[in-house]
């Protein structure tokens, strides 16, 4: 019974880590690319390792929410967003 209890637990504790990264990537990217007025939600997925794929989605209601802009990352060991592709430019205010 402990152990099924301390797998329950890694499992939230990597959930909860996980979550947290990508909220410090997502920061990033809006910080370094600005707010579109129509901002949805950020998407972060890992790929592999250390590379993830972001995607900006836009919209005034959920049936119209697209991809306004996408980008492939790179982090280093503290979260921080290394190298993009293609590079993350300010394009809202």
């Known amino acids: 019974m402990q152990n099924k ?3 329950e637990q890694a499992k939230v504790n990597r959930c ?3 979550n947290a990264l990508d909220s410090v990537i997502s920061e990033q990217v809006i ?3 600005g707010a579109p007025c129509d901002l949805r939600n950020v998407q972060i997925r890992r790929l592999w390792a250390d590379h993830y794929r972001v995607n ?3 919209g005034s209601n959920a049936s119209n929410v697209k991809v306004a802009n ?3 990352v790179t982090i280093d060991e503290d979260g921080k967003v290394v190298t993009s592709a293609p590079k993350i430019t300010k394009q809202y205010s």
């Open 5 to 7: 209890m301390q797998c």
């Open 16 to 18: 909860e880590m996980n």
């Open 31 to 33: 910080q370094a690319l």
């Open 56 to 58: 900006v989605l836009v």
């Open 70 to 72: 996408s980008f492939f």
